[in-house]
């Protein structure tokens, strides 16, 4: 299935590329595709953006890409704006998942399709495709490294460890959530790995809007309590940011830079790229953005020119209201020993830009 999309993707641009830039004199105008991405506090939504606003205009299409700031209402504002300028298709990295069912009904009234991009838009039925990553398996990637790291499976422990989610209103979270806990929960239950406060329920230990700054408050309450007099092992953090919030408390709490508790992540942004070549977080987990922004590309032109896009899930999401028809890519955990070879070899990062 990866196969027959890739050669379709490469197809697809091969063709359109035939057209040069819209912007040029006699290039074809596909009409106006809308990018609506919740931030750009977040290194990898910059990413995103640019990487489709690229390769739509290399399929001829122009874009309107708008960044709403953690704002839902400001989100709903510029879908809106997309659907009155005439949009062919929207792309939609949401930024809470069930409040856009009012503004994407009014999309469908349009005849506009809807691809959800990498947090499943809930509660409605018009929305066409869901390009993502495989949510759970990040999870199960960083729980796995948990208990490698710490050789539970080997004789190691038994290991305090403290667990963070992120927010309750991105159904993404659940997902790395549950993967993580699917395999933390035995060693838990065994008592090889405790939960000293106690906050175990996703509710308890969710971040509202990835935000380093709330998981840091709380990673700061937790040391001032749960452990004034004991040291935390481990942390799982579901996203870098978050993980960077952590760090910093953790170091504000007297632990030395280099005797941090065992920490993971996700995204691989370059600043905690530093932190894993410099040995502070152990390990984040790699979404290459690239690919991912092709498969929207290649969902929204297959729809806009009659044809079916490629998908290889059909059952794994169901948004309460219908099963989506997705396309999931394979994520990649990074620690300080595969760095090199899967962001710079890869040509993600230069190596000047993690040693910068």
């Known amino acids: 299935m990866t196969r027959r999309w890739t050669a379709g993707l490469a197809l697809v641009l091969a063709l359109a590329g035939c ?11 596909r009409g106006l595709v809308g990018l609506a991405m919740p931030t750009k506090g977040s290194d990898r939504w910059i990413g995103d953006g640019e990487n489709m606003n690229a390769q739509f205009s290399l399929l001829g299409y122009r874009t309107s890409l708008q960044y709403a700031d953690d704002d839902t209402g400001v989100q709903i504002s510029q879908i809106q704006q997309m659907i009155d300028d005439g949009a062919k298709a929207l792309v939609v990295g949401a930024i809470d998942g069930t409040k ?7 999309a469908a009234a349009a005849k506009i399709p809807v691809i959800s991009y990498d947090r499943l838009i809930r509660d409605t039925p018009d929305i066409a495709y869901y390009a993502t990553f495989d949510n759970f398996k990040v999870g199960v990637m960083q729980g796995t490294y948990i208990v490698e790291t710490l050789r539970l499976g080997r004789g190691g422990g038994p290991a305090n460890i403290e667990l963070f989610a992120g927010s309750a209103d991105d159904n993404n979270a659940t997902f790395f959530f549950n993967g993580a806990m699917s395999v933390l929960t035995p060693y838990i239950r065994s008592g090889a790995l ?3 406060s106690g906050e175990t329920a996703f509710a308890e230990v969710a971040t509202q809007r990835w935000d380093g700054k709330v998981a840091k408050e709380r990673m700061a309450r937790l040391l001032r309590t749960t452990y004034a007099n004991q040291r935390v092992n481990a942390i799982l953090s579901p996203y870098d940011g ?5 760090i910093e408390a953790l ?3 007297g632990y030395a830079a280099n005797a941090l508790p065992v920490l993971t992540g996700q995204d691989a942004e370059i600043d905690s790229v530093k932190l894993i070549a410099g040995g502070q977080q152990g390990q984040t987990v ?3 953005t690239r690919e991912l922004a092709k498969v929207a590309v290649q969902m929204v032109n297959s729809l806009v020119t009659g044809g079916d896009p490629i998908v290889n899930d059909t059952k794994q999401y169901n948004n309460g209201v219908k099963d989506v028809p997705t396309f999931l890519l394979q994520p990649v955990t990074v620690t300080k020993d595969n760095y090199q070879r899967v962001l710079v070899d890869g040509g993600y990062y230069t190596a000047a830009q993690i040693s910068g």
Do not use: C, F, Q, S
Not at 19 to 29: E, S
Not at 100 to 106: C, E, H, P, Q, S
Not at 242 to 246: A, L, V
């Open 19 to 29: 057209g040069g830039d819209p912007a040029d004199v006699g290039a074809p105008d």
């Open 100 to 106: 856009l069912k009012d503004v994407l009904g009014k």
């Open 194 to 196: 405790t939960v000293r």
């Open 242 to 246: 978050i993980t960077r919030g952590i």
């Open 251 to 253: 170091r504000e709490g």
């Open 286 to 288: 790699y979404k290459d």
